[in-house]
């Protein structure tokens, strides 16, 4: 079903995925409030100036809450009364998940908890969440599809993903909030982010240094640029999901549901290997 989007939260807004989101939206004349924590996982500057690029347009609004603040983020919804809301903001990085695992379950689990419940209470019309292509984690069966079952993560960060799936579903079967999840494919583009592969290659041949490659080198990845992301993004916004008529519990499919709940890969189709 297709619909007014009316005012739009996007959270994680100072973010790679974000911060294009919020322009995009912002160059299509929509209402939006971004929202940020702003931490430290990598450069703040680097966030400072994304959200320079967007401050003071029309239409858009800043503000600094972390969304595992459960009274901040009551009182946003409160105030706020968003029509749709669009859950970029998480902690993020694979490898950063073994050093430092509280972090994922503080943003991602009680984060988006805090998400699902101002949803609930304040009658939003429909909740897009960013999820990532790491839930496929053991999975070998090639392309990767969401009507495929990913219960085998094979990390902490995949595993808050895949969380936030089985989460998101939950309250749309509870509560009828219509959800749609999107498993975001290696994203690269202008302002990435400096953890991402693609920019600690081209640092590393830039400075004459070694690339680490794991596995032997036996991997492949699938890249895909900012603006096909966001314009997969923009276009699912408006198409509120509807219960699927045709699912059935004797051969459940993961990306539909008899609730108001879609899942959607987001990438190129096209595999590089590392």
């Known amino acids: 079903m297709n619909s007014d989007t009316g005012k739009i939260l996007v959270t994680g807004a100072a973010g790679f995925i974000g911060f294009h989101l919020c322009r995009r939206l912002l160059e299509q004349e929509k209402e939006v409030v971004g929202l940020d924590n702003l931490n430290d996982y990598y450069d703040v500057n680097l966030k400072l100036n994304r959200l320079k690029q967007i401050e003071g347009r029309k239409n858009f609004k800043f503000v600094k809450i972390d969304i595992a603040d459960k009274n901040a983020i009551k009182s946003l919804f409160s105030i706020e009364r968003f029509d749709t809301v669009i859950n970029m903001a998480a902690q993020a990085g694979v490898r950063y998940s073994l050093i430092n695992p509280h972090v994922y379950i503080e943003s991602n689990i009680t984060g988006f908890l805090n998400i699902l419940e101002g949803c609930r209470h304040n009658n939003v019309k429909h909740l897009v969440f960013a999820s990532s292509s790491s839930v496929y984690g053991a999975n070998t069966k090639m392309p990767f599809s969401v009507h495929h079952n990913v219960d085998h993560s094979v990390s902490l960060y995949a595993a808050t993903k895949k969380a936030n799936e089985l989460m998101a579903h939950t309250y749309s079967s509870l509560y009828k909030i219509p959800c749609t999840g999107l498993r975001f494919f290696t994203v690269y583009g202008p302002w990435g982010r400096p953890d991402m592969a693609l920019f600690i290659f081209t640092k590393a041949i830039l400075e004459g240094k070694p690339i ?46 008899y609730a108001p709940y879609r899942l959607y890969n987001i990438g190129n189709n096209n595999p590089v290997e590392l």
């Open 212 to 257: 680490d490659v794991f596995n032997y080198g036996k991997m492949q990845r699938d890249f895909t640029y900012i603006d096909d992301i966001i314009e997969g993004v923009v276009r699912v916004i408006a198409i509120i999901p509807e219960p699927d008529i045709k699912w059935s519990g004797n051969a459940p499919d993961p990306s539909s549901s």
